[in-house]
């Protein structure tokens, strides 16, 4: 099994920040986590990626959150953490926590997290 845990949404006022988290539990050892990425989705928009961070290997930021975010990972705790600074109103979304993970039984298989609210106020 896996499960993703998410942390760290609420309501934030224009240039301030938030810290989110998302731990990928596995039940099994033999699970990989290869990749666990962080996409939102805007009220009326469609989700899109914002940041990717590969187990082993660099990570990306997409264009809107680059010079005021960054993403880091404990690779002991399979546990991601996205920084964003800056906080504008376009940020507000709904923040997923994505993870890709292998098992011998099904192959890489995609999970997704249940979504935390970030709201930014003007």
């Known amino acids: 099994q896996v499960q993703l845990v998410e942390s760290g949404g609420g309501l934030v006022q224009a240039g301030g920040s938030l810290r989110l988290a998302c731990a990928c539990i596995?039940?099994?050892?033999?699970?990989?986590?290869?990749?666990i990425d962080w996409y939102r989705q805007a009220p009326g928009e469609e989700r899109e990626e914002v940041a990717k961070?590969?187990?082993?290997?660099?990570?990306e930021l997409a264009d809107a959150l680059k010079g005021r975010s960054a993403i880091s990972i404990n690779n002991a705790k399979d546990t991601v953490y996205l920084q964003i600074n800056g906080l504008k109103p376009d940020d507000t979304a709904v923040y997923y926590c994505y993870a890709n993970v292998w098992t011998p039984e099904r192959g890489a298989v995609g999970y997704w997290g249940q979504g935390t609210q970030v709201t930014v106020s003007s």
């Open positions: 596995v039940s099994e050892k033999r699970f990989v986590v290869n990749t």
């Open positions: 961070m590969p187990t082993r290997g660099l990570s």
